[in-house]
């Protein structure tokens, strides 16, 4: 991936200049770059504490935006010279109206989480961090809708309607760290999403500010209204590239009253289909999580740390691991239900399972949770990688695997020193595939191995290339491989319209 | 005591339904108690009770004879009977209490067991009885001294190691005490609390967890015993600490003069 580290751009961005890059973008107008006049004036709006920059007043050492400029796994960074951190919507939009006047490229960014590139600047863009917009408006015990700055954690989220007996409708592993109002400009899907519905369904209003300082208040706490067009669904998913997300109203479910999980453990990838149907057949209404992960990513998360691991004999043999969560109203109920699936699959003439492990506390449901949330970090420490989310049959999901390990042994590839392993894991019951190519550092030499293989894979099989992790700036030249060149020209067309200068997120999603 | 030849050792390991550890715990509206109706799970201590208890008998094969967990307490400890039958013991005892009973204290947990002892002496006895060495909910820490005391049997606490050395009819125990850790020789029998370091327990795979439905669940009642389980202490009040009040604005203090006026300001020196 390039690494681009721009010390100092003293005059204006050009197209010339963005060139230099791989990607050509073409929507991309002449931006300009931050100046300490700039900084003045964002100082007027904002308070001292909320203004990061390398000019005055500020004047930080470029180190201290380090973690601003840079994504979650070190694989790209921007060359932002100011991060403006508004505490409530007015600022928001005032910062907009002058970057839109100024033609200054402008980053959204929340927990700067996302797996994409799509939340560090490309170049030397204002970074407008959300962290400071973290008010809970209201919540409503009884519709358990929730209204929210976009900026709020979402594990904080979940802390504050667990009183009410109410959890947020999505989850994922970064939830130490992402704000809502990045969730909803990913669409981020999660591990609930088989349960509770993706976020275009459970978000029930936003308010946007757009590009050039507007504030759109959709913010709305009713359950259907069906008053023209669902503006916000535009916003939901689009990756801060029409506007900023500054509040967001959300439906939240009600708290199971007993959850259980339960690791089966399979000797052959091809059992897990079957597996998927007899799990949903028993199980039906109180299913909530069926995820994946294969013999590698098992022992990547178990190797550093992540979650206790299984017996060893328990594991001998295994192929995969299939983690099944339930959620229920009534835990007779659901355990009743439960001990008659695992008592059917093991007595079963042809097991599809040879053993598992059933949660017998709170604390072992966690531990068995941590064995497949904890694999994105496993792989974070075990080494750089290249992280394929994807859309495709299930049947295809170990074929895929397989195919990219066997591509990369014929490049020569797979060596220490190059590519160390590649895993496969992900939500089975979405039909979601967290490929993961874990290399000893990124290389251009693995990159073009991969790239556009995969894609071309994906596309084999008519799949999507971005499942939930969205396109950021790594996929931007990858749209054709899954949507259509219609599809593509009214997408741009979307962009020009409410953005014809072209300053929110400038190089993402589309370009 | 009991002569150097090889004998089978039975062991029974008392375990304990308590809240489970990760709950944020309340105070009830009538400050009695804490609410209850949280989660639930075995003591994490009695947990590695059950787990040293099929290691040894792992270690040992067929000369370890029986493992039997007791539990004494309302019908819903039940299912933490299963979840030690499914680690690997063979047998329980459930002494049943009524939903609405009090918890038992220290002194009659002892004595109860103290009875269940007597009673299994009929089908073998008991050589060997480890628990954990607190409850977490009432921290107590107590049960296993007090029973060793009434059964006048030697104890070895807070084990950090346990080893059966048949060939000489001792158990080694390493215990963890203040300046470090001590190794007790004892005969049995033998009463072993257990610390945290001693062992991970192992997760109950689904074989085991099938298997455990079938194994069988003596159910008792503290008159079955001849046992009085009746609280002798009075809860009056339970509340929850105060709040803690923030130190004030951190400030740095130039010098111990001002120190000193800022602690005699908050009350905490008087002269």
Known sequence: MFDVLVRSVPSRTSLRYLRSFNRVPSLVRDLSSVTAEDVTHFSKILSPSCVLSTFPPSSAPVEELANFNSDWMGKYKGASTTVLKPKNTQQVSEILKWCWERRIGVVPQGGNTGLVGGSVPVNDEVILSLRNMNNIRSFDPVSGILVTDAGCILESLTEFIAPHRHIMPLDLGAKGSCMIGGNVSTNAGGLRLLRYGSLHGSVLGLEVVLPDGTVMNQLSTLRKDNTGYDLKQLFIGAEGTLGVVTGVSILTAAAPEASNNVILVLRDFKDVLPLYQIVKQHLSEILSAFEFIDKGAYDLATKHGQGRALDDSDVEGAGCFVLVETSGGKREHDEEKLNELLESLLSADKPLITTGVLSQSPAQFSSLWALREGVTEAVSKEGKAYKYDISIPLSAFKDVVDATREHLRKKGLMRDDAVKHVIGYGHVGDGNLHLNVVAQTYSKEIESALEPFVYELVESYRGSISAEHGVGVMKTHALHYTKDAVSIEWMKKIKELFDERGIMNPGKVIV | ?271
Not at chain 2, 64 to 72: E, F, G, P
Not at chain 2, 151 to 179: H, M, Y
Not at chain 2, 232 to 256: D, F, H, Y
């Open chain 2, 1 to 271: 005591m009991y002569p150097s030849t090889v004998r089978l050792l039975n062991i029974l390991v008392p375990i304990k339904r308590c809240v489970d550890y990760a709950v944020k715990i309340r105070v009830n509206p009538q400050q009695t108690g804490i609410d209850l109706n949280v989660k639930h799970s075995m003591n994490p201590f009695d947990e590695i009770a059950v787990e040293e208890a099929v290691r040894i008998r792992e270690r040992m094969k067929e000369k370890v004879s029986s493992i039997k967990v007791v539990t004494i307490g309302p019908p819903k400890s039940a299912e933490t009977l299963r979840t030690a039958l499914a680690m690997g013991a063979d047998s329980a005892i459930h002494v049943e209490l009524p939903e609405s009973a009090p918890s038992p204290e220290p002194l009659g947990v002892a004595k109860a067991l103290q009875a269940v002892i007597a009673r299994e002496k009929e089908k073998g006895g008991v050589d060997l009885v480890i628990m954990g060495k607190q409850a977490i909910d009432d921290d107590a820490g107590q049960t296993g001294q007090i029973l060793a005391g009434l059964l006048d049997w030697p104890q070895a606490t807070f084990a950090s190691k346990v080893d059966v050395d048949e060939a000489n009819g001792v158990v080694n125990v390493a215990g963890e005490i203040d300046g470090g850790s001590q190794v007790l020789k004892c005969k049995l029998p033998l009463v072993v609390t257990t610390d945290l370091r001693l062992n991970e327990p192992r997760y109950a795979s689904l074989p085991n967890i099938m298997k455990a439905k079938k194994k069988p669940i003596e159910k008792l009642s503290p008159a079955d015993l001849r046992v009085d389980l009746t609280p002798r202490l009075e809860t009056l009040k339970i509340t929850e600490p105060p709040k803690r009040v923030g130190g004030g604005k951190a400030r740095c203090v130039s010098n111990v003069d001002e120190l000193i006026a800022k602690l005699k300001d908050a009350g905490l020196v008087t002269s």
